[in-house]
T-cell receptor, first 115, second 110 residues
Framework: DTGVSQDPRHKITKRGQNVTFRCDPI?????LYWYRQTLGQGPEFLTY????????KSRLLSDRFSAERPKGSFSTLEIQRTEQGDSAMYLC?????????????FGNGTRLTVT | GNSVTQMEGPVTLSEEAFLTINCTYT??????LFWYVQYPGEGLQLLLK?????DKGSNKGFEATYRKETTSFHLEKGSVQVSDSAVYFC?????????FGTGTSLTVIP
């Protein structure tokens, strides 16, 4: 179990550019979540996958955001035409769905700064 | 609605002091409850959990009891250490969704 890994750890981009983040969950975990965290706040849900199916998206997720999990393993989160308000920590988490009590296992996050 | 409210910080304690961080929740149904801890520069780590009323979760000297009658899940530790300095998040899960509180920053001074 190598844990959830996210890449890159930090990303600085200029407003209007596109960025893509990657998440590799714990290998046997079938659920994968994306969250956003800003300073002084708890994680806010963005979207989640069960295997390769994207089952739920938050209203926070504007049409500039898209997430994929093509083979039910790793996932990517893309932000198009970035805005300064997109600056945040983007967290990925995974879990093994046995029942709804399974905890989330988080990666260390990707910190995005939009200048 | 569905939400988690936790005690605002920051909290500063001396080593060996008693810690309480309050957490209350609102939810439909019967959520599972969690405490996560985030050390500086790291991701969130599960600290403890409880899945039904009156369950007590415990880990590393921390405890929290699921109180359905008061919809609370307060985190306690009898004697904190400098290494406990971190941000603590209360969370609840109903179905596929996890909802987190805003976090409470704890600093323990020697």
């Amino acid at each position: 179990d190598t844990g959830v890994s996210q890449d890159p750890r930090h990303k600085i981009t200029k407003r209007g550019q596109n960025v893509t983040f990657r998440c590799d969950p714990i290998s046997e975990h079938n659920r994968l979540y994306w969250y956003r965290q800003t300073l002084g706040q708890g994680p806010e849900f963005l979207t989640y996958f069960q295997n390769e199916a994207q089952l739920e998206k938050s209203r926070l997720l504007s049409d500039r955001f898209s997430a994929e999990r093509p083979k039910g393993s790793f996932s990517t989160l893309e932000i198009q035409r970035t805005e300064q308000g997109d600056s945040a920590m983007y967290l990925c988490a995974s879990s093994l769905e046995r029942n709804n009590n399974s905890p989330l296992h988080f990666g260390n996050g990707t910190r995005l700064t939009v200048t | 609605g569905n939400s988690v409210t936790q005690m605002e910080g920051p909290v500063t304690l001396s080593e060996e002091a008693f810690l309480t961080i309050n957490c209350t929740y609102t939810a439909t149904g019967y959520p599972s409850l969690f405490w996560y801890v985030q050390y500086p520069g790291e991701g969130l780590q599960l600290l403890l959990k409880a899945t039904k009323a009156d369950d007590k979760g415990s880990n590393k000297g921390f405890e929290a009891t699921y109180r359905k009658e008061t919809t609370s899940f307060h985190l306690e530790k009898g004697s904190v250490q400098v290494s406990d300095s971190a941000v603590y998040f209360c969370a609840r899960n109903t179905g596929n969704q996890f909802y987190f509180g805003t976090g409470t920053s704890l600093t323990v001074i020697p």
